[in-house]
């Protein structure tokens, strides 16, 4: 089955830097391109970065491009996102998502909140 | 981008009754197209990938339904448990990219 475990969300003030870190098991983490997709409370979902699997391929939404990186330790099954000069549109709940065309799979997600 | 709309925004629906929601993308995504109920306060639940493929656990009153830019899901016989929101996604192409979402209502 499938795991995805979220960590290092929190409150933050603008300007500063977050990480966060995603523990994945039940599956060959090698094998997939992982994401990270974001959800402000109340509203729709967004996908914000995603990464093949071995580094070849990177890719950001706009939104984030420059200040977001993402990055990946298929040794130690972990995804990262590394989240500088946050905005206060950036508070949302942040999920690790596994990509693959076996459907994607997902975290229960972290709270970033950005606010003075 | 490929963009994603899902129509209504909302549905009005008695328990027991078939609920039929649409999702349409800009351009083709294969079948590479996942559908996911979202409850207040909880992560999104994959309820279908591949077009029609049920997850695990996911009982069988959910079904999708077609292929290149035109989906639909259909809950058989609303539950009370089914209603939520609803969210279809496009996994064919990067920025993965979702409908705005499905509020399904009790009428």
């Known amino acids: 089955e499938v795991q995805l475990v979220e960590s290092g969300g929190g409150l933050v003030q603008p300007g500063r830097s977050l990480r966060l870190s995603c523990a994945a098991s039940?599956?060959?983490?090698?094998?997939?391109?992982m994401h990270w997709v974001r959800q402000p409370p109340g509203k729709g979902l967004e996908w914000v970065s995603g990464?093949?699997?071995?580094?070849?391929?990177?890719d950001y939404a706009d939104s984030v491009k420059g200040r977001f990186t993402i990055s990946r330790d298929n040794a130690k099954n972990s995804l990262y996102l590394q989240m500088n000069s946050l905005r206060v549109e950036d508070t949302a709940f942040y999920y690790c998502?596994?990509?693959?065309?076996?459907?994607?799979?997902w975290g229960q997600g972290t709270l970033v909140t950005v606010s003075s | 981008e490929i963009v994603m709309t899902q129509s209504p925004a909302t549905l009005s629906v008695s328990p027991g009754e078939r609920a039929t929601l649409s999702c349409r993308a800009s351009q083709s995504t294969s079948s590479n197209l996942a559908w996911y109920q979202q409850k207040p306060g909880q992560a999104p639940r994959l309820l279908i990938y591949?077009?029609?493929t049920r997850a695990t656990g996911i009982p069988a009153r959910f079904s999708g339904s077609g292929s290149g830019t035109e989906f639909t899901l259909t809950i058989s016989s609303l539950q009370s448990e089914d209603f939520a929101a609803y969210y279809c996604?496009?996994?064919?192409?990067?920025?993965?990219?979702f409908g705005q979402g499905t509020k399904v209502e009790i009428k």
């Open positions: 591949g077009a029609s």
């Open positions: 990464i093949h699997q071995n580094n070849g391929r990177i």
């Open positions: 039940g599956f060959t983490f090698d094998a997939y391109s």
């Open positions: 996604q496009q996994y064919n192409n990067w920025p993965w990219t």
């Open positions: 998502v596994k990509g693959g065309f076996d459907g994607p799979g």
